[in-house]
Structure formats: C-alpha cells, structure tokens
Nanobody, 122 residues
Framework: QVQLVESGGGLVQPGGSLRLSCAAS????????MGWYRQAPGNQRELVAVIRSGGNTNYADSVKGRFTVSRANAKNTVYLQMNSLKPEDTAVYYCTAGGIYTADGLESGDYWGQGTQVTVSS
C-alpha cells in the first residue's frame, strides 16, 4: 500500500512564497509521475504541475514562471515551490503519484494525498 502525505500549506500574503512537500511511503521501488493538482471552491480539480522520473515537467499556463516542481527520487518526495502567489492561487493542493513499482509489482491507477490548504490573502 502506498501513502502520500503533504505538508507546507498555509496562509500567505499576495506576492509571497510557499513550498509544498509530498512524501510517498510504502515498499516503493520507483515512481514515474509525481505532481500537484488543486481545487478551489466551486471549481473542478485542475493540474498544476507534474514531473516524471526523467525530469520532464509540465505546468498549467496560469503558474508558469511562478511555480517550480521538483523531486528527490531517493526520498520518493515531490516539491512545489510557489512564488509570486496570487489570490487566485487559493485552493486545496493535492499531491499525486502514478506509475509506481512496489515489491508487489506495478500499482494500478494513481495515488492521491489528503490535500493541503493554500490561502493567499492580505
């Protein structure tokens, strides 16, 4: 069984920065995709950023140039550095991981964290 635990959310003023972390635990050999989605009240969950094991990244247009996704493969951890935060970045941020090889083989589907609240407000 794989579990994802996020940390680092909170309240920040517009223009400020936050760093989210997400650690995957379990009998994990490797993880292909790790990334972040977010969901604001009344909105659908949307992709923020994803990073693959080779280092390739994708970002939502709304966060390009402000957010940076990175990972520490040895720690099965993904990070999201968020700079120049705007009120519209306010949402619950969810970590996700997929293409996971464990001691039991390839896990089907993607795993999700419990979510961490990010609020950007003065």
């Amino acid at each position: 069984q794989v579990q994802l635990v996020e940390s680092g959310g909170g309240l920040v003023q517009p223009g400020g920065s936050l760093r989210l972390s997400c650690a995957a635990s379990g009998r994990i050999f490797s993880i292909n995709r790790m990334g972040w989605y977010r969901q604001a009240p009344g909105n659908q969950r949307e992709l923020v950023a994803v990073i693959r094991s080779g280092g390739n990244t994708n970002y939502a247009d709304s966060v390009k140039g402000r957010f940076t996704v990175s990972r520490a493969n040895a720690k099965n951890t993904v990070y999201l550095q968020m700079n120049s935060l705007k009120p519209e970045d306010t949402a619950v941020y969810y970590c996700t991981a997929g293409g996971i090889y464990t001691a039991d083989g390839l896990e089907s589907g993607d795993y999700w964290g419990q979510g961490t609240q990010v609020t950007v407000s003065s």
